[in-house]
T-cell receptor
């Protein structure tokens, strides 16, 4: 299974943009890049996903490197409610399998 | 639409006892997953079902854990006998294609 590498923790000030990096150098051509986040005492929730092109939704943006070996989740204006563990996951379109790593714990400072 | 339901939310048992968790996925979702999440770690996939067939159970400790998904809908995960290291949150998730929806989880404490 392809693996992802993320920093253990990051901090951001409230109302500022946050860029959460992820490396996935062993990604295969059929793997989608997914991001989930887990708020305290809750199950993970979907944030965004992409294959090759950059993606935007109401929660965040996903920037994917041209060689697909890395990606960045962008929260445009961090709020206190965005404090969570963010997981970058490779999802195999053939296996439907999600493999979670340890994620990045985002701390948002008021 | 209704989300993924799990019960119980909390369970405390003594080691060597048995325990069962129940999951009701989102209607129409063919794929169902059980994860174990130990405090401070990411969720670890235990078993993945596609309809009522097992797709992946490579990380399921089969000497003590079992899971079934009858009729391709509800699922149960059982631990018998429980060990101290089984203390964790057990998450159930379902997906229709490439977005997973998680239930609230069951927090198991083994004393």
């Amino acid at each position: 299974d392809a693996k992802t590498t993320q920093p253990n923790s990051m901090e951001s000030n409230e109302e500022e943009p946050v860029h959460l990096p992820c490396n996935h150098s062993t990604i295969s051509g059929t793997d989608y890049i997914h991001w989930y986040r887990q708020l305290p005492s809750q199950g993970p929730e979907y944030v965004i996903h992409g294959l090759t092109s950059n993606v935007n939704n109401r929660m965040a943006s996903l920037a994917i490197a041209e060689d697909r070996k890395s990606s960045t989740l962008i929260l445009h204006r961090a709020t206190l409610r965005d404090a969570a563990v963010y997981y970058c996951i490779l999802w195999g379109s053939g296996t439907y399998k999600y493999i979670f790593g340890t994620g990045t714990r985002l701390k948002v400072l008021a | 639409e209704a989300g993924v339901a799990q019960s119980p939310r909390y369970k405390i048992i003594e080691k060597r006892q048995s325990v069962a968790f129940w999951c009701n996925p989102i209607s129409g979702h063919a794929t169902l997953y059980w994860y174990q999440q130990i405090l401070g770690q990411g969720p670890k996939l235990l078993i993945q079902f596609q309809n009522n067939g097992v797709v992946d159970d490579s990380q399921l400790p089969k000497d003590r854990f079992s899971a079934e998904r009858l009729k391709g809908v509800d699922s149960t995960l059982k631990i018998q006998p429980a060990k101290l290291e089984d203390s964790a949150v057990y998450l159930c998730a379902s997906s229709s294609w490439n977005e997973q929806f998680f239930g609230p989880g069951t927090r198991l404490t083994v004393l």
